[in-house]
């Protein structure tokens, strides 16, 4: 079954504690990438990866950090997380003439 | 102002009513369209998947395009309670290698 994986789902740290949320597909697709979800803001792209080792910013990078070591994984990292980066997280990857396919989500929560 | 501006709702309708959904945009280089379901704690799962102009039938959904107008619309027929969800819109310059654009999602809610 074509899958994306997040972990973890639920999350609640203290500011300033370094995190990984990690992200796996199993489709072979080359584009990846990451979106936070927020009330009235709706989804915004993080970070995006075309293909292995790159990478480029999306619409919201700032306090972010994404790397791409191998085709299926694309973990999101938070070196300082801040209240502000309390959301709800998404990755996707994307193959071909298609849309994205999103994992389940990670929500977190920066106290 | 947003790329893609869609009504946040709640749009409540009656089980088997015709639900309306629309988004507008700006971006003249959009070509695929696509519409998005997301339950409540869960990420979103591909409905609908257009290109250019035209209409799209699936099953109990249809999905319209118009781009003279910058306009996009999801019809949903014999609405069930299951429908119940919010719907995204979402569009793209280029088919792969390229991200989408998000509106910011409509609620709906079909009541039994």
């Known amino acids: 079954e074509a899958q994306v994986t997040q972990n973890p789902r639920y999350l609640i740290t203290v500011t300033g504690k370094k995190l990984t949320v990690t992200c796996s597909q199993n489709?072979?697709?080359?584009?990846m990438s990451w979106y936070r979800q927020d009330p009235g803001l709706g989804l915004r792209q993080i970070y995006y990866?075309?293909?292995?080792?790159?990478?480029d910013k999306g619409d919201v990078p700032e306090g972010y950090k994404v790397s791409r070591k191998e085709k299926r994984n694309f973990p999101l990292i938070l070196e300082s997380p801040s209240p502000n980066q309390t959301s709800l997280y998404f990755c996707?990857?994307?193959?071909?003439?298609?849309?994205?396919?999103f994992g389940s989500g990670t929500r977190l929560t920066v106290v | 102002q947003k790329e893609v501006e869609q009504d946040p709702g709640p749009l409540s309708v009656p089980e088997g009513a015709i639900v309306s959904l629309n988004c507008t945009y700006s971006?003249?280089?959009?070509?695929?369209f696509m519409w998005y379901r997301q339950y409540s704690r869960k990420g979103p799962e591909l409905l609908m998947y257009?290109?250019?102009?035209g209409n799209k039938e699936d099953g109990r959904f249809t999905a319209q395009v118009d781009k003279s107008s910058k306009y996009i619309s999801l019809f949903i027929r014999d609405s069930q309670p299951s429908d119940s969800a919010t719907y995204l819109c979402?569009?793209?310059?280029?088919?792969?290698?390229?991200?989408?654009?998000f509106g910011g999602g409509t609620r709906v809610l079909v009541k039994p």
């Open positions: 257009t290109y250019s102009s």
């Open positions: 971006n003249s280089a959009f070509q695929y």
């Open positions: 979402a569009m793209s310059a280029k088919a792969a290698g390229n991200k989408l654009t």
């Open positions: 996707a990857t994307r193959g071909g003439n298609y849309g994205y396919t």
């Open positions: 489709m072979n697709h080359e584009y």
């Open positions: 990866s075309m293909n292995v080792e790159v990478t």
